[in-house]
């Protein structure tokens, strides 16, 4: 929990009314004000006049104005992972690009929420370059487009696909996202290597929110001497050779949660870490996320494993605690791992009173969601939701020709209650309910 210390209004007007009362016109005495060693005399005709440095009955005090306490919401989404047939999905009959479509069935969460977060897995590293998918991906800057327009103000790029264009395309989906939507966040890569700390800092009201993001390398055991610096590291690595130790954290993670905190009222840290296609999380996700709370870290939303992780709240030594999201999974992919097709959509409500911010356990947890896609070819249909989903949907689903894989709804949901537990939150938790429903 972050206190703020904000003066209140009522002891603002107290001030301001005893400086006009001290400051009133008869303060001062005149330069020709006589005064005798056996004290003023005082004529017959002045024994009623009341001087005019003497205060007049003290105003009431004016009632103090009560603050009205208010909620700020949050809501992420994991891995944007543009494989080839979802980049063909968004192909238009004309030739053009547009994947407007991705969000059209979160829409309704994405106007009800404050802070909208989503990992951009994939490098949007410049049109030109050609689209490309798995081992080394590049996806259209369209989606781009549709991750603004569709009212995202936070996208995370720190993820071990940043680089699979080099440089460049680190620098050109830098410039993307400067040049064309400057108002959305955009953490993890810097078209310099010189990166602006401050820049991390996103308001919402009165409150500031710091969004640090980190990945645990770019897909590489030694970071190239050209990408230092322009992408945020997760893990401890040799300043001189760029060699990767992913069992340490990378201390300069522990000195940014650090001067986030003292800047900040609420830290969130964006780990792109863990294990592929590992329900539970690692040895060394437990280690780093229990360094970054002891550091000040409120939130951590990690990506990376393909699949949803557990959700659980982190105390240190020190007192300090944090809500975690091990892994939110993918939000889009056309992977051919049933578990893949489960996902989080991550809610968090902040309580916000006069002096204190901190994360309520009501409407606080995971929606749970299944990406959808058809075979022959391999299309992008939609996200649902878990509980709209059903099984004549489940054995629709491409992963059955595609990937060789069943799925079926009775596994989606006892996964979801395995991994979410208590965490789950239904629709009409985060909506509420309609004279319709």
């Known amino acids: ?109 994405l106007d009800a929420s404050d802070i909208r977060i989503i990992n951009q897995e994939t490098i949007l590293g410049g049109n030109e370059l050609g689209f490309s998918g798995y081992p080394y991906f590049n996806s259209p800057t369209q989606v781009g487009d549709a991750i603004a327009n569709a009212g995202f103000n936070v996208v995370l790029h720190a993820t071990n696909h940043a680089a699979d264009q080099g440089i460049n395309g680190i620098r050109n989906c830098s410039v993307f996202w400067e040049t064309n939507y400057p108002d959305v966040l955009m953490a993890g890569i810097y078209e310099d290597n010189t990166p602006d700390t401050s820049s991390s800092l996103l308001q919402i009201g009165d409150i500031s929110f710091a969004i640090l993001n980190y990945t645990y390398g770019p897909n590489l055991e030694i970071i190239p001497k050209d990408i230092i610096g322009h992408l945020n590291i997760l893990c401890d690595y040799d300043k001189t050779t760029g060699a990767i130790d992913f069992t340490s954290l990378n201390p300069q993670v522990i000195k940014d949660i650090q001067a986030a905190d003292s800047a900040a009222d609420i830290v969130i840290v964006c780990p792109h870490w863990g294990t592929e296609y590992q329900q539970t999380p690692s040895s060394y996700q437990q280690k780093f996320a229990l360094e970054m709370t002891e550091a000040g870290a409120d939130l951590i939303l990690g990506t990376h494993p393909h699949v949803p992780q557990p959700v659980e709240w982190i105390t240190s030594e020190n007192g300090n605690t944090s809500l975690c999201y091990y892994s939110l999974g993918n939000y889009v992919s056309t992977q051919k791992n049933a578990l893949s097709m489960l996902e989080e959509m991550a809610w968090v409500t902040f309580h916000v009173t006069e002096d204190t911010i901190q994360i309520t356990d009501t409407k606080t947890g995971v929606l749970p969601l299944v990406c959808h896609y058809k075979s022959g070819p391999v299309r992008l249909d939609q996200v649902y939701l878990l509980e709209e989903y059903t099984e004549e949907m489940a054995a629709q689903h491409g992963l059955w020709n595609y990937g060789g894989v069943p799925l079926h709804l009775e596994y989606l949901q006892s996964a979801s209650e395995e991994i979410f537990g208590e965490w789950i939150l239904k629709k009409s938790d985060i909506l509420g309910t309609s004279d319709s429903d």
């Open 1 to 109: 929990m972050k206190k703020k210390r904000i003066i209140p209004t009522w002891i603002l007007l107290i001030l301001f009314f005893t400086i006009c009362i001290f400051t009133a016109p008869g303060l001062s005495l005149s330069d020709d004000s006589e005064v005798l060693s056996s004290g003023p005399v005082i004529s017959a005709s002045e024994e009623d006049y009341i001087p005019s440095f003497v205060s007049p009955s003290p105003e009431p005090e004016p009632t103090p104005v009560p603050f009205e306490e208010y909620d700020i919401s949050l809501m992420a989404l994991g891995d944007n992972l543009i494989h080839m047939g979802i980049v063909n999905t968004g192909k238009q009959e004309d030739g053009t690009y547009d994947y407007s479509f991705l969000f059209q069935n979160i829409s309704d969460y």
